[in-house]
């Protein structure tokens, strides 16, 4: 080959590259450079345009378990009278606000009682310097109310996107260790949820919690301390995909903006305030990442807002943060590989959305989960369930139950006990390993493959075995799942077929092989007809009481349902 | 509780009672792999590796004894008081005075400290610099493998086709904890297992035989099935090996570090042929109260490098009364080191280079390394400068301590690094050979020449369906798609030429349904 032939063929490879294979020039967003794909995802040309497909089960279940922590049966029921608007209007709409955590901790055999808040009064107005102890208990408590609200029913995204701000804008409890400004930074959450961006940035800048958790409450003008004006620009805002880049002394400036932020440790309140003699008041000259904007230096009372105020302006009016936070949403409700395609089809335009309504947050998601994106087949059973939606959903989809018998130290004994866990699984709730939150929704490549290891694996086959079983373990009594009411609950429980199709919707994340139906029909039908299941049902349904009839049927379907849930397709959303 | 009490508590410390009943607990099975396992005690060469995350601070760590007064003014909010230290024999250091175990190992000769390490343009995020660490990328590079990962890779090349297997039944590397770390990732797969307490297994029920489809879905499907199967074969293998081993010495309750070398200790023991180990020993980003206000010789720097020490002395003392410390050396890794100059929450911030610890019998021992330059006048933004680039120090453990090739280092590191002296000389005896595990497995793909300027083939075997044959580059990149068509059973060659390809490390990725294998191939 003569070289001139050979540049000539080095050239056509090229553009054969570029324009048949999109992943050759894959750039990774986070990490800020060209990259590979993990997983190449097939290529997703669907875009924001509205979805025009079938809207049936499949797609119900999908829109349903990416928004809501598992689905019931009732939940599909209630979606399969809507259209598709109808439906997500009705997951854009919060909830109610639950009543705040009170003390279910008092526990006189154990020497614990709160001095300030008698038992069963709600604590979030407690002091916060009182000794350590109850400050722990109270931590606990919080935890175990945020694991009830997960729990709870509601047919809205409002909880997961409570944690998908805490997530993203993460602190760590144990780190902070104060009930009542702990219970503050999850209000905020919720005030927010489904808010402003903008507006929630701006509250949690200046939160208890926060200034605690990355030393704001420190940063003064005579030692700046740069570690919350990092994050807000590196994980919370920004990221590193921008080039040029912001620079070390952007990180500076804003620390310098933010210096006087601090609690009042003399007010018995330990209130936030801002203490203008800590204050930087030279002026802040930024790179020309931002336009080389510069900060006036300010003094007095209010110089704390205005420049924080300004320093967001600043970070709010670059581009790059729209699209940060959309990235940051299409990873945690579609899929954790942005493509180029994606990144042009979906997500500039959903950042687009989001600066043309000043960072409000519902009409971002609105067109994510009317798209034809959303929708596309790619997108099914495409994720692998966090701890979250593994654990609390099938708690909820297989509708675990505490007993109502139960006063209030069983509930926290109970809820404190599946926050265990749950933590057992990867996600503390409250205690991400770090300010970066879990990092199965930031770390390449492997993203939410890092929930599924050799260490979790197992245990995550033990709990569901648990619940089908022996019940799932807390500290009063193991809690096991009712599978003769969950099957009832199904369409058509007296066809083995039927029923076993209801029950993967409801927990798998892709639909099963021939093969595999056939070896769930065999634990369920024990080589029999189907007929035998259809006759066998039908004399439980006219005879419950007869134990023999009962137990026929309850075993099958303990040994159905063990499989099921142990399939790799129980992992996937 | 007081708040360390609770931090105990968090669930990583708590302990779910077993729910194991008669349903759950299955026999273990018997299998020949097992019991040829139970027949060997021998291991090959071990490296422990810990992982001090979060930034250690180095200063604070091995204190540069000529530089004191600097240090008294540059950093008056965490200085330890000069007569609290605990100077090194010939040498111009000192540690922490929490490190008592650590001095009385370099006493020993079994502990060495080397200075000044880092890499070139020092990126100061947490989360990046990790990534640059752990995968051995320069600062401008983007890996999605790890160094581990290669080096596991280059020793058992058919991993994880028909594997555990008779030479190689355990785990080629084990972390303890949680979740998997890029350290361990393979180009194709996760070459490492995590696991919380090898007694504590679960047998999951297998799964009946139905190939994934084709889609995204299906490839995550895939990893999950494989991960499941890797929990039941190298559960019952590591359980069986926890119950064998054993361990003579105590381990402090309260030391998280230490319990987890206990197991470690025990697998070893027990005759475990897992080279690598890696474990979590975090909170080193101490911006603030690194040192308690009272007493600059306490407070959570200090927990931290006692619980490191302690831990680190432990298992030594223990691995020499179980007779096997001769085959264990360990080193540190810390993503970065911190400023010169402290601040005034009782802490430090982000900086860049710092010592680095390797421990061991075989370890040469004493402090490599001119001590770092304290200017007395130093500045908020002053950091110390690299003089050891970290690859250059876990290459040449691999080379020294696990006998690879130079030639093989350069390709698990992607470059050529100057070696330093690490190991006694003649101490890479490994019981295993390096042909047995390069033959371990089934060797799905083979690829010939793997170094060559153009002409590359490739041969691969087929069970009759699609395979899909690509290039990529150590990035993972897609480079060449060299096939994607049904092959009637059999082995089958594909030639294709790299000529065109800048000089460096690529992959040939083989797949097929479920199977998947990758071989290097250098454009020289």
Known sequence: MNKSIKLKAQEDRKVFFEKFMPDYKRFDHEANKIVAPFKVRATVNAGLEPYAGPWGDQQIAHLLKRTLVGLTKEELNTAKSMTREQLVELLLTPTQKPDPPVNDYNNPDEGIEDPEIPFGQPWITGTNNIESDVQGQRVVSLKAWWLKNLITPSMSIHEKMIFFWHNHLAIEFWGVFSGTWLYEYLDKMRTHALGNFKSLMRAITIDRAMLIYLNGFLNNKFAPDENFARELQELFCIGKNADPHYTEGDVQMAAKILTGWTINYDDPQMGRVFFPPWHDESDKQFSSFYGNRLIRGRSGPGAGDAELDELLDMIFDHQETALFICRKLYRFFVYTDIDPTTEIEVIEPLAQIMRDNNYEITPVLRSLFNSAHFFDQANYGVAIKSPMDFLLGLWRTLDLKIPESYGLTENFAVNVSTYYIMGGLGIELGDPPNVAGFPAWYQLPSYDRLWITTSTIAPRGLHTDSMVYWGLWNMIEPITMDVLAFAKKMDNPEDPNALIDEILLLVHGIPLTEVQKQNLKNALLTGQADSYWTEAWNAYINDPNDEMKRSNIENRLKWTLQLILQQAECQLT | ?524
Request: with cysteine; aromatic share 8%; charged share 20%.
């Open chain 2, 1 to 524: 509780m007081k708040r360390r009490d609770f931090l105990k508590n968090t669930t990583t410390g708590i302990v779910i009672p077993s729910v194991f009943g008669s349903m759950g607990l299955k026999a273990l099975s018997s299998s020949p792999l097992v019991s040829a396992l139970m027949g060997s005690v021998e291991t090959d060469n071990v490296l422990v590796l810990i992982n001090l995350s979060g930034g250690n601070d180095g200063l604070n760590t091995v204190i540069p004894l000529n530089y004191l007064s600097e240090l008294n003014k540059v950093r008056p909010h965490v200085i330890l008081p000069d007569d609290s230290l605990l100077p090194l024999n010939n040498s111009e250091v000192a540690l922490h005075p929490a490190m008592t175990g650590f001095r009385d190992l370099y006493n020993e000769g079994r502990l060495q400290i080397i200075q000044n390490v880092g890499y070139p343009d020092q990126d100061f995020s947490h989360f990046r610099s990790t990534d640059i660490w752990l995968s051995g990328a320069d600062a401008d590079q983007v890996l999605n493998t790890g160094w581990a990962g290669r080096y596991a890779e280059n020793e058992y090349p058919n991993y994880p086709a028909d594997y555990p297997n008779e030479t190689v039944p355990d785990p080629l590397a084990l972390e303890i904890g949680y979740s998997s770390s890029l350290l361990f990732q393979g180009s194709v797969t996760p070459m490492g297992m995590v696991i919380q307490d090898p007694d504590d297994f679960y047998e999951l029920i297998e799964e009946v035989d139905s190939p994934a489809p084709g889609t995204n879905a299906g490839e995550q499907l895939e990893y999950i099935r494989l991960i499941k199967r890797q929990s039941n074969a190298y559960g019952t293998v590591l359980k069986n090996t926890s119950e064998k081993g054993t361990n003579a010495v105590e381990y402090d309750e309260d030391n998280t570090l230490a319990q987890m070398l206990k197991i470690v200790a025990r697998l070893i023991s027990g005759g475990l042929k897992t080279r690598l180990y890696l474990i979590e020993h975090g909170g080193f980003d101490t911006h603030d109260s690194q040192v308690d206000g009272s007493d600059h010789t306490q407070g959570e720097h200090a927990t931290l490098l006692a619980q490191l020490s302690d831990a680190v002395h432990t298992f030594m003392r223990d691995l020499d009364a179980l007779g096997i410390s001769d085959r264990v050396s360990g080193a540190t890794i810390s993503e970065f080191g911190r400023r010169i100059i402290s601040n005034a929450s009782l802490g430090t911030d982000h900086g860049a280079a710092a010592p680095l610890f390797l421990f061991g019998n075989h370890v040469s021992g004493g402090v490599v390394g001119d001590n770092p330059e304290i200017p007395d006048d130093a500045m908020y933004d002053d950091n110390l400068e690299w003089k050891v680039d970290f690859r250059a120090v876990y290459a040449s453990l691999f080379s020294q301590w696990f006998c690879v090739p130079q030639d093989d280092i350069s390709q698990i590191f992607l470059n050529n690094f100057d070696p330093i002296s690490i190991i006694k000389t003649d101490q890479c005896k490994m019981t295993s050979t390096r042909e047995d595990t390069q033959r371990a497995g089934k060797e799905l793909l083979s690829v010939f020449p793997n170094r060559s300027f153009d002409l590359v083939s490739a041969e691969f075997e087929s069970d009759g369906d699609i395979v899909f044959l690509s290039l990529k580059d150590v990035a993972g990149r897609n480079i060449k798609q060299l096939t994607r068509h049904k092959y009637a059973k059999g082995r089958h060659n594909i030639r294709f030429d790299i000529s065109d390809l800048a000089a460096g490390v690529y992959y040939i990725h083989f797949q097929q349904k479920n199977l998947r294998q990758a071989k290097p191939v250098i454009r020289l």
